[in-house]
């Protein structure tokens, strides 16, 4: 059974408050239960969204290796270590917040640089596929950072609601539920002492009537 609230004064009123306590906590535990299932589907939809790009990027990289190491067979490892070098490098990524539900969740806009920072002479066309590849690696790497982000946040988020609930359902709304009986049981305990001292109260006034 479970514990009732404590200092609880078992009258009409108090009954009266507490059972609108409970409306209004399976109320919250209803709303809390639809946001926790809608949370639970859209974390299974990144999940899904997760797999995609991690195909995709395991896609990009074998393509992208084989170039490089095309391009260092025609143009000489020191040469494309030299191009390397002279690259422009990334500018940052600038992180953003998105909403999902309620849900602050990380928006990450990398800062890739587009132009070329070498010349067409004496470079090979390998080269171009290999940086064009690592470029959408380096994309699709940041879009899963993105997406493992919102993963950890909606996982936290619904480890939230759960809690919620099952505190709601199984300590708060019980507790509520034994008080109200609790009340009730007072209530008609003091109705039905109150029903048989007027009765013998009643009885006893028959009796000074009739001497």
Excluded: C
């Excluded at 404590?6 to 399976?26: F, Y």
């Excluded at 170039?67 to 490892?77: D, F, H, N, R």
């Amino acid at each position: 059974m479970a514990d009732r609230l404590e200092d609880v004064k078992p009258t009409r009123m108090e009954l009266l408050r507490i059972k609108k306590r409970k409306m209004l906590a399976e109320t919250g535990h209803d709303l809390l239960s639809e946001k926790k299932d809608a949370l639970i589907n859209e974390f299974f939809k990144v999940i899904d969204k997760r797999r995609e790009l991690r195909k995709d990027l395991e896609n990009i990289l074998v393509p992208s290796y084989k170039t490089l190491i095309q391009a260092e067979m025609l143009m000489g490892k020191g040469e494309i270590s030299s191009i390397a070098e002279g690259a422009k490098k990334m500018g940052g990524v600038d992180i953003d917040a998105d909403n999902i539900m309620g849900v602050k969740v990380p928006l990450l806009n990398a800062k890739v640089p587009k132009e070329r920072y070498y010349g067409f002479v004496d470079t090979s066309v390998k080269l171009d596929e290999a940086v064009s590849n690592f470029k959408n690696a380096l994309n699709t790497s940041i879009a899963l950072a993105e997406v493992e982000g919102k993963l950890d946040r909606l996982a936290e988020e619904i480890e939230k609601a759960k809690r919620r609930v099952n505190s709601l359902e199984y300590i708060y709304i019980p507790r509520l539920e034994a008080t109200i009986k609790y009340i009730e049981r007072q209530i008609d305990e003091r109705e039905r002492e109150d029903f048989f001292r007027r009765k013998k109260i009643k009885a006893i006034m028959e009796r000074e009537n009739n001497l």
